[in-house]
């Protein structure tokens, strides 16, 4: 009887093991693998798809009021295997409804009496009834089905007005507005999902189609236009000599000024027509952005982004004179922008342009960024705008769904931000940074909401639960693969992956098969470890015995995260020797494990130090003769 129990238990244990290093799937990833539109291996299925939009666009925007009047026509494609009976319609500034749902307080100025009106809604050519009464999601059925790998055309007419208050989108200030969202669309079709119905609450972020845009936007003169894409038409928009100093800088490698203060507010920059429309396309981009101002100064450079074919991108800034840290705005991009596309995450930045635009969001958008002006805080505004910078390439190069798992963006982000600015200030300085801004509120806050698994969706979280799971904690898991790795075999997983979903819609399983398959190892310990577990950082050194030529220390993982750490010894003439041990150490499932040093002097201390990697309690981690 004794052995049979024995025996049972081995044989439990074993099963244990081995379902340890299998993932939680959830049945509708399990359903996209049975209709083989993604593939267990991390790729794209044999029939992938994805829907997609034309929008061609028309914006007006009466200043100073705020009022926008808008008008689309779109042309979308249905290729998924469904027969469509509804569209699903985002009016994402409905955020500002009075009675919209929100993840938090607003001020009055935040929000607008109306929202988003919808005037006009046809389906090729039938009028469809549109009920406003709803908030950033609605529904609307259509007079025939849209078979499978069909199309249908909608023409749309809509006005709303910018709020007061400024956040991702909004009045900057009296004459400076910035249009994010300013235009109804189709959410997101999907394999996996079906229809995106999630609504937007203004803390997580999107979930959209790669579509193409063509977009005018009607201003009047003196106001210029910065926006997602090409500006197709400068010489109607500028006069002669603006024309030719923006045509000049998509060349240069210093800054240019192309509008000065001066120059903007005597009328020397734009035609001196009573309105002006400025023409931008983009292709196969998530969303389209506009910000305009009549007296915001205009810098611009360029950088050569892919030194294999000299590929170039337009560097640009728009700002008011009198925020200091925007006048090296402009320098801060191409830094960023050759700094990414050469080192990490390695990939040409792939867009024509970039402008940074000074709002209040600290918020990224295809080719723009809406950054809050510090002042003389040049470091933290470098480091801001690194972000979102950074943020090219996860949601934008890659069509992350933001909506449900912010990591997948805001912890590459991040990552980012940290690599950078170790070239940027030195490794010391960026690692207080990040220990600052990244990990301290989160390993010294003990609550269980700061536990939950990172794979926890995003827009089921709160307050900082959801901060620390979309930014800090992945990025550290994203480190500590990096470590685990190393640099060589890190990058070209990390290529393969965004190379197989660059302009698709990754989710978090497929990035997972997609590193362990590119890696050629099974991770699926690593990735249970930091992504589907409720484990935090807190290592002890729990005991240390040392003999004439070793010194043998057990450490406890009592936190349960596979980090890296480094064991620093430090011997009696006060010299000190430290090894560096990979998140390997833990592949094992072990919390327990016995390190060897080398030594040929008396040890007087040990120390483990997992530097950005912050302790719970740091007190246990320390030993002294």
């Known amino acids: ?198 609504e937007h609450m203004d803390r997580v972020e999107f979930y959209s189609d790669f579509n193409d845009y063509n977009v005018a936007v009607t201003v009047p003169k003196n106001y210029v236009v910065w926006g997602t894409g090409v500006l197709q038409n400068a010489a109607d928009v500028l006069q002669p000599e603006i024309a030719k100093r923006l045509k000049d800088s998509y060349t240069a490698d210093q800054l240019m000024h192309i509008a000065s203060k001066t120059e903007m507010s005597n009328g020397k920059v734009t035609q001196q027509k009573d309105w002006n429309t400025w023409k931008f396309t983009a292709s196969h981009i998530a969303d389209v952005t506009f910000g305009t101002s009549n007296h915001y100064v205009w810098d611009a450079s360029s950088v050569v982004v892919d030194s294999t074919i000299g590929r170039r991108t337009s560097v640009q800034a728009a700002y008011d004179d009198a925020a200091e840290d925007f006048h090296h705005s402009v320098d801060f991009s191409r830094y960023a922008l050759d700094w990414f596309s050469r080192n990490w995450p390695g990939i040409p930045y792939p867009f024509p342009t970039m402008t940074a635009f000074q709002g209040f969001a600290d918020m990224e958008y295809p080719m723009m960024v809406n950054d809050a002006t510090v002042g003389q805080q040049l470091g933290f505004a470098q480091l801001v705008q690194d972000h979102e910078i950074a943020h090219t390439y996860f949601p934008f190069y890659m069509g992350i769904n933001e909506s449900r798992y912010a990591f997948m963006d805001e912890g590459w982000a991040t990552t980012f931000e940290y690599l950078i600015g170790i070239a940027e200030k030195g490794k010391a300085a960026a690692d207080r940074f990040y220990q600052l801004f990244r990990v301290r509120s989160y390993i010294n806050d003990a609550s269980a909401e700061e536990d939950q698994p990172i794979i926890a969706q995003s827009h089921q979280l709160s307050g900082v639960g959801y901060g620390n799971n979309a930014y800090g904690k992945p990025s550290l898991a994203y480190l500590a693969l990096k470590d685990l790795l190393g640099d060589q075999t890190f990058r070209k997983s990390l290529h393969a992956y965004m190379n197989s979903w660059n302009g698709k819609h990754p989710m978090p399983w497929d990035f997972f098969n997609s590193i362990n398959t590119a890696s050629g190892q099974d991770l699926n310990w690593f990735w249970n470890n930091w992504f589907f577990s409720n484990n935090y950082i807190d290592l002890q050194l729990a005991d240390v015995k040392t003999k004439k030529d070793n010194a043998e220390l057990t450490v406890l993982n009592n936190g349960g995260f596979a980090i890296p750490f480094d064991v620093v010894v430090t011997f009696e003439d006060g010299s ?39 302790d719970y309690t740091p007190a246990d981690n320390e030993w002294k003769k």
Not at 7 to 17: E, R, S
Not at 581 to 600: D, F, H, L, M, Y
Request: glycine letters at 8%.
């Open 1 to 198: 009887m004794t052995r049979m129990l024995i025996a049972l238990m081995l044989m439990l244990g074993y099963a244990g093991m081995a379902s340890a290093q299998e993932l939680y799937v959830p049945r509708n990833i399990k359903k996209a693998y049975a209709n083989k539109t993604r593939s267990k291996n991390g790729q794209p299925g044999e029939r992938y798809w994805q829907n997609k939009g034309r929008y061609d666009i028309q914006l007006k925007v009466n200043a100073p009021s705020g009022a926008v009047y808008g008008q689309e026509n779109i042309r979308y494609i249905n290729n998924s295997p469904d027969t469509l009976r509804s569209l699903v319609i985002r009016l994402i500034c409905n955020l500002h409804k009075v009675n919209a749902p929100r993840s938090g307080y607003v001020g009055r100025d935040f929000l607008t009496e109306e929202g988003v009106i919808i005037d006009t809604f046809l389906v090729n050519g039938a009028n469809v009834p549109f009920d406003n009464d709803i908030a950033t999601v609605g529904n609307v059925k259509l007079p025939s089905a849209l078979n499978a790998k069909d199309s249908l055309d909608l023409h749309v007419s809509w006005h709303y007005t910018l709020s007061k208050q400024s956040g991702r989108e909004g009045k900057i200030d009296s004459t400076t507005f910035f249009l994010a969202y300013a235009y109804p669309r189709v959410s997101v079709y999907d394999d996996y999902n079906g229809w995106d119905l999630i």
């Open 576 to 614: 000190s020797k430290t090894l560096h041990q990979t998140p390997a150490v833990w592949k094992n499932g072990s919390k327990r494990i016995t390190v060897n040093v080398p030594v040929s002097k008396s040890v007087t201390a040990v120390k483990l130090d997992g530097i950005i990697y912050m």
